[in-house]
């Protein structure tokens, strides 16, 4: 039995459905954008696919189908993180002095 007709439908132009698969062909392709480009074409191809059949055909979580899906029909389409997310540097910048500079510092001990 299928799910619910879907609220959010995206709408993709050509330029970036062949960005999609572009990115599908690239050997060193960062595995998240890959899925994301995954999702856009299953659902450009198949435009009433319920987000849960998606998330089974592509092995994915139903909340981050509908996640993408709806940021793609609200805020357009993007296959990168929003900038600024994630977690901050935990390691603070490296002081000033001493005569050196970033990088590996040499021991005075011969």
Known sequence: MPGPAPT???VLAPAEIAA???????????????????????????????SAAA???LGRQVNWVFRWRRAWATAGFRLTDKPGRGRKPALSPPRRGAGQGP???ASDAA
């Open 8 to 10: 959010y439908r995206p």
């Open 55 to 57: 998330a089974r055909h």
């Open 20 to 50: 999609c698969e572009r990115l599908l062909r690239r050997p060193t392709a960062p595995q998240g954008q890959v899925a994301r480009a995954e999702l856009a074409l299953l659902l450009h191809a198949r435009p009433d696919l319920d």
């Open 103 to 105: 990088g590996v510092r």
